[in-house]
Structures are given as structure tokens and as C-alpha cells.
């Protein structure tokens, strides 16, 4: 919420009184529609449009249309969404990812990121995505993953990372809390970067230190991550795409 906030350029108290049905503001869910205050009126200037952000698909809505009223080409916001298989069928209440106003997927910029050396982020991402859609209930007890069975269902992001990590054979260590997943990351030598350098494979800290997820893709710096969400109706977590939010920060191997 206060990333939101942050980003739309209101406080997180006017978010919160314009949000009345979201009774614990340090729980949002991907999907969640959130409303966004006006400003407080006067001369002041409108903030800035955010340079990404997601939209909750509504009735009517096309992809291109989405694009062009955001201001980016549609190629962009195809390669922006590679969770959309058909980008001529977008269901209401999907959430699609906005990438920076003024994407176009010309020459210009740095292109995608490659992924980490030794045990290769592509082998990491691709194990991660071998379990989309997957809810952590049912991941945990399956024995795909070296997942601990009895860490609560809403609260299995760091489970999930490093037991991607662990079978992709990029570190030999398991973690089901965030804080520590970090420390022994930077004990074993990996180390920050921004997001311009994060790449696939990599680890992303959100929230300010409440969750994880692994880098699945950067383009130019438009960072898509995979993990254990809490994006069920009922607050547990399912393996599927995020986005940075709530400082962010990333770790890479050594």
C-alpha cells in the first residue's frame, strides 16, 4: 500500500481512508482492485504517471486498448505479460502489467538481462515455472520441491525460493523466513545490484523485507519475478508472476 501510494503521489493515510474495504492495509493481494485518491485540489501539479504499474482487466477491455491508453506499444506490453498465451483473449479481473510509459521494444536501452553464472538462473527460472498456478497447500506436502510441509500457507515465499534454489543447485542451504534466506544469500557472496542489473535467477526482496520472489526476466530494467504469492481468495499463496514493490532490492550470486 505504501508503494502504491508512494507511486500515485497521495499519502498512505488518504489510500487507506479511500480503501475502507481493505481492513489490514499490510495485506493486499494481486487482482485486489485499490482505489486512488484525487489530489488534495489547489494549483498543485498531478503526479507523474508511475513508470509501471498493474491494471485489473474490466469489461470491454482489449490489450491494445489497455496499451494505448497507457501510452506504451502493444509489443511492449505483450512482452511485459508473458503469462498471457493469447493476447486476443484477456479475462476481467486479470491483472496485466503496465511497463514504463513510452515502451515501445525499439533498439533503445539495455536489452534483457542474461541470466547467473555457475548454476544458471535459466535453470532456476525454469524450475520455478514448472510449478505456475500451483498452490503452496498442496506444493509443500507434494515432495517436487524440499519444501517444508508445516510452514503455514500464507507464508511460504522463502520457502518456495530456496527450495527452487536449493534443487537447482545454487545454494546448499533451506529458509522459510525472508530476513534470513537474505543473510545467508550475502554470507555465501551474493551480493546487491539495482534493478538495471538484477538478472534471471537472481533474488528480489520486497516489501520492505516481508517477502521474496526470484527474478524471471528483465527488460531494460522492467523486472518480472516468479514466486509463492498470496493471490487465493482465501490469503494463501500460489506459485505465479509478480513485480517489484515496497523497496525493492535484488541479490545476485557471487
Given at each position: 500500500m505504501s508503494g502504491i501510494a508512494a507511486s500515485h503521489g497521495v499519502s498512505l493515510s488518504a489510500l487507506e481512508a479511500a480503501n475502507p474495504q481493505i481492513s489490514n492495509p499490510n495485506r493486499i493481494y494481486p487482482g485486489q482492485v485499490i482505489h486512488i485518491p484525487g489530489g488534495s485540489g489547489g494549483s498543485a501539479a498531478p503526479a507523474p504517471k508511475p513508470a509501471s504499474h498493474d491494471y485489473t482487466v474490466r469489461s470491454g477491455d482489449t490489450l491494445s486498448g489497455i496499451a494505448s491508453r497507457n501510452g506504451v506499444s502493444l509489443a511492449a506490453l505483450e512482452r511485459a505479460n508473458p503469462q498471457i498465451s493469447n493476447p486476443n483473449r484477456i479475462s476481467v479481473g486479470q491483472v496485466i502489467h503496465i511497463p514504463g510509459v513510452g515502451s515501445t521494444g525499439g533498439t533503445t536501452g539495455p536489452g534483457p538481462v542474461q541470466g547467473s553464472s555457475g548454476a544458471s538462473g535459466s535453470k532456476v527460472v525454469d524450475l520455478a515455472k514448472q510449478f505456475l498456478g500451483r498452490n503452496a497447500s498442496d506444493l509443500k506436502h507434494s515432495g517436487q520441491l524440499p519444501m517444508d510441509s508445516w510452514v503455514s500457507s500464507d507464508l511460504c515465499c522463502a520457502n518456495f525460493v530456496t527450495a527452487v534454489l536449493q534443487k537447482a543447485g545454487a545454494i546448499n542451504f533451506h529458509s522459510d523466513?525472508?530476513?534470513?534466506?537474505?543473510?545467508?544469500?550475502?554470507?555465501?557472496?551474493?551480493?546487491?545490484?539495482d534493478a538495471a542489473h538484477a538478472k534471471p535467477g537472481d533474488v528480489c526482496i520486497l516489501n520492505n523485507g516481508d517477502h521474496v520472489e526470484l527474478v524471471a526476466s528483465n527488460n531494460g530494467g522492467n523486472v518480472q519475478l516468479i514466486g509463492s504469492n498470496n493471490s487465493n481468495a482465501d490469503g494463501?499463496?500460489?506459485?505465479?508472476?509478480?513485480?517489484?514493490?515496497g523497496g525493492a532490492w535484488y541479490l545476485t550470486p557471487p
Open positions: 523466513n525472508v530476513s534470513e534466506t537474505a543473510s545467508k544469500l550475502q554470507a555465501q557472496g551474493w551480493h546487491k545490484v494463501t499463496q500460489k506459485v505465479g508472476y509478480g513485480h517489484p514493490y
